[in-house]
């Protein structure tokens, strides 16, 4: 059974950068064809998909946040993270990792973490 979990500070202040880690265990982020994605979710808003990093390293972003996000990984802990930089009240969310189908699919998920709060506030 796969299981994600997010980790990482609950409150960042504006302007400074937002630094989550996904930590994956039950199955390895190299697995063939998978990728993994970073998605949160804004108080009274829906879901918004952030990026992703597949199974062989490639990244893709969110064209509305290519500019302030870089999603890595390491695979020797099997943890991927999300920097989004230059934040704002407006990132304050719920922020998930997730397991995207394929790498031709990424808005579709077949496991989640439980999901982090993540506040920007002065």
């Known amino acids: 059974q796969l299981q994600l979990q997010e980790s990482g500070p609950g409150l960042v202040k504006p302007s400074q950068m937002l630094s989550l880690t996904c930590t994956v265990s039950?199955?390895?982020?190299?697995?063939?064809?998978?990728?993994w994605s970073w998605i949160r979710q804004p108080p009274g808003k829906g879901l918004e998909w952030m990026g992703a990093?597949?199974?062989?390293?490639?990244?893709y972003y969110s064209p509305s946040l290519k500019s302030r996000t870089s999603i890595s990984r390491d695979t020797s802990k099997n943890q991927f993270s999300l920097q989004l930089s230059s934040v704002t009240p407006e990132d304050t969310a719920v922020y998930y990792c997730?397991?995207?189908?394929?790498?031709?699919?990424?808005?579709?998920?077949?496991?989640w973490g439980q999901g982090t709060q993540v506040t920007v506030s002065s």
């Open positions: 997730a397991r995207s189908i394929a790498t031709d699919n990424l808005e579709e998920y077949d496991w």
């Open positions: 990093i597949a199974y062989d390293g490639i990244t």
């Open positions: 039950g199955g390895s982020i190299t697995t063939s064809y998978y990728a």
